[in-house]
């Protein structure tokens, strides 16, 4: 099923889909909102009522009266043309193109892959669908990248579009994986020999597929032996798997050790942590 109509579906089956919004007062700038589709009453098309049946019956009199006879009932009402449009969220859930419509107003989110922008302008709706960016791949299973077209990743074991493009934080660098853009920490080893007597660790930030291998993981450390992995290091310094973003107190953390009775590694910072989420 197409995005659209399973927006469609989804909006009419429920009453209202919870959506990000762009609404825009008049023509003017966009503000983001979460809300939810509310169905505009004024725009629900209103039919006539159908008409009741009576029974009418004659009265007696000492002359003798006659019985009267059933009302053949009211006549159907006639259907009323649909009111227009007054609220965008409404309009964009069971608008068409060429509806009519009150006011100015402009609204815009995402479904899946595809851009929906409806707009009332000269009293007229207009709706734009655009899914170019839409891939055969999109939600496909996968298990690497290479599963997936050219600008998608495999995150979650499902293709998805890339993630939009953005500064790194913490000193990584970015670097480009199948088509996109991906923030990862610096190794300080690929080996145990770089690391003078300590073991090298995988990194938390991994391509899909790579099972903490030190050639396909980033934010790879040298510590003391005694540790399974980095997942209890500060991500500043290892990294995140893939899903989770590094959250905290956005100080990069440098000396990570293992503490071989715990197996848990303690990083020294000055800020709270850092952790993935």
């Given at each position: ?30 503000v983001?909102?979460?809300?939810l ?66 006011g ?17 302008k ?15 791949t999109?939600?496909?299973?996968c ?6 077209d ?13 993630a ?14 199948h088509?996109c ?12 020999s ?29 510590a003391?032996?005694?540790c ?50």
């Open positions: 099923m197409d995005p659209v109509t399973k927006l469609r579906r989804s909006a009419a089956a429920t009453g209202g889909a919870l959506l990000v919004a762009y609404v825009c007062a008049g023509l003017g700038a966009c983001s909102k979460h809300t589709f509310e169905t505009d009453p004024a725009s629900v098309e209103q039919g006539g009522s159908a008409g009741k049946t009576f029974a009418t019956g004659g009265v007696s009199s000492s002359a003798g009266g006659q019985s009267g006879t059933p009302n053949s009932g009211g006549d159907a009402g006639a259907a009323v043309a649909p009111k227009p449009w007054t609220t965008c969220l409404a309009a964009a859930a069971q608008g068409e193109s060429g509806d009519a419509c009150v100015g107003f402009e609204c815009s989110f995402q479904e899946d892959c595809c851009d929906l922008v409806t707009i009332c000269s009293g007229q709706l207009y709706r734009s669908d655009d899914c170019s960016k839409c891939s055969s999109t939600g496909k299973s298990k690497l990248d290479d599963d997936c050219a600008g998608q990743w495999c995150v979650e074991n499902a293709c998805a579009p890339c939009a493009k953005q500064d790194c934080s913490f000193g990584w660098s970015s670097i480009d994986r088509g853009a991906w923030c990862v920490p610096p190794n300080g080893c690929t080996d145990d770089a690391c003078s007597g300590l073991s090298c660790y995988a990194g938390q930030a991994c391509l899909p597929g790579c099972a903490q291998d030190l050639k396909c993981c980033f934010g790879n450390i040298c003391e032996k005694g399974p992995t980095t997942a209890s290091a500060d991500c500043s310094r290892v990294g995140c798997a893939q899903g989770t973003q590094c959250t905290g107190s956005n100080q990069t953390t440098t000396d990570c050790k293992c503490d071989p009775n715990s197996g848990l590694f303690i990083c020294s910072q000055s800020g709270s942590g850092n952790i993935c989420k």
